[in-house]
């Protein structure tokens, strides 16, 4: 009783906040609304009359996909910030955390435009706005004038020395380099990250971001605790799970000790396959070898079921309609973040609603490319609705 109490005194008013935001979601009239658009800027008038309101007013036409996906997440943005504006800790933290993760996307995606001579400005609709860094930091970077070549420093300074991710890139370095007395000692940043492949990169940042948020979460103790602990133990299943099945027919599951190890390296140190599941999947290195490792939890071998035509057809045959293990996953998040929802008192929900939203933007998206090719009869097929009405 203690807790609630305590939990209503310092975070009542933005969890109260949170939920009102959560009536903001698209419900199946709008999607029907949004699909009988046969242009974006029959989409930009069915968006006007949702939640979404006139944020594409001022945008000039011809409308672009990402455009409509840019101002989506700057809305998103937008309601993060005034929450994250009236917390006090430790949802403050909570909410960095959450923040840390796009720090992690924009960070990679910076690294990859200064390796191909790209300028950030650029890029920048590919950066996420909840992961932006500083001000001074954003304003120098996106100038016109900044030099992709000569400013890699500078983006290396900002992202090691300037971010609270600074820890997580420290330690991939340090793995990198044989100097371990100082990482930093003579290294060649641009060197090791153009040999280094980025997607193996991302995915070390990914779970050493997701490790930390899973101790802080489970020091927070409570309903918070057991939330969270079951959403990021699910999600890192589902990080061994992605990592696994997109290494295959790749030089990461040639069998080999060496690759194995580089693949396994990516999976959390936690979750509900850790240590046992991971142990039988640490070996495993094609389709049949992935499917007899998977045997509890028994959910996960169900959902590699529906999934293992789309890895063992070859590239042309799995274009054909068949679902990959990341479409499964998007659905299975749904549902998972939509049940944290059904408790009060907890910072649970706050995570869960990002999550939502950005799947949400993600349909639109989704719904926004099948009208350009003219293939909206695939669109239910595509989207994953959000509080669907329960029977």
């Not at 672009?64 to 403050?92: G, H, M, N």
């Not at 971001?209 to 101790?215: I, M, Y």
Request: proline share 4%; net charge negative.
């Amino acid at each position: 009783m203690a807790e609630l109490a305590g939990f209503n005194v310092n975070h009542g008013f933005t969890e109260a906040v949170v939920r009102g935001l959560r009536t903001g979601f698209l419900e199946p009239e709008d999607y029907r609304r949004l699909a009988t658009s046969d242009s974006l800027e029959d989409l930009r008038s069915a968006l006007e009359e949702t939640d979404y309101g006139n944020f594409l007013q001022d945008e000039p036409s011809p409308l672009l996909v990402s455009t409509i996906s840019k101002k989506c997440y700057e809305k998103l943005a937008d309601e993060f910030r005034y929450v994250k504006a009236q917390t006090v800790e430790p949802l403050t933290t909570f909410l960095d955390f959450i923040a840390r993760e796009k720090m992690i996307d924009n960070i990679v995606v910076l690294i990859q435009g200064a390796l191909n001579n790209k300028a950030p400005k650029d890029l920048e609709d590919k950066i996420h706005p909840i992961g932006a860094f500083d001000k001074a930091a954003m304003n120098m970077i996106m100038s016109d004038s900044f030099d992709p070549q000569g400013g890699f420093d500078d983006i290396y300074r900002i992202f090691l020395q300037d971010t609270p991710i600074g820890p997580y890139f420290e330690e991939f370095l340090a793995d990198k380099n044989p100097d371990k007395e100082d990482p930093q000692k003579g290294l060649d940043k641009r060197g090791i990250l153009s040999k280094q492949d980025l997607e193996i990169m991302k995915g070390l940042l990914k779970k050493a971001w997701l490790e930390d948020f899973h101790k802080f979460v489970l020091s927070l103790g409570g309903t918070t605790s057991e939330v969270m602990g079951d959403i990021l133990k699910t999600e890192a299943d589902f990080r061994v799970l992605l990592v696994t099945l997109n290494a295959l027919n790749t030089h990461l599951s040639t069998g080999s000790e060496g690759a194995l190890k580089e693949r396994n390296d990516l999976w959390p140190s936690f979750g509900y396959l850790y240590p046992e599941g991971q142990k039988a999947l640490g070996v495993a290195f094609n389709e049949s070898t992935v499917r007899d490792s998977l045997s509890h939890p028994a959910k996960y071998l169900q959902l590699f079921d529906q999934v293992k035509s789309y890895y063992g057809a070859e590239a042309e045959q799995a274009a054909k309609g068949n679902q990959s293990m990341e479409d499964l996953i998007y659905a299975e998040n749904v549902k998972m973040y939509e049940m944290a929802f059904e408790q009060q008192y907890h910072f649970g929900i706050f995570y869960a609603w990002v999550k939502l939203r950005e799947q949400e933007i993600r349909n639109i998206r989704w719904i926004a490319n099948m009208i350009i090719l003219q293939t909206k009869d695939h669109i239910d097929d595509t989207i994953v609705p959000i509080f669907q009405p329960r029977l």
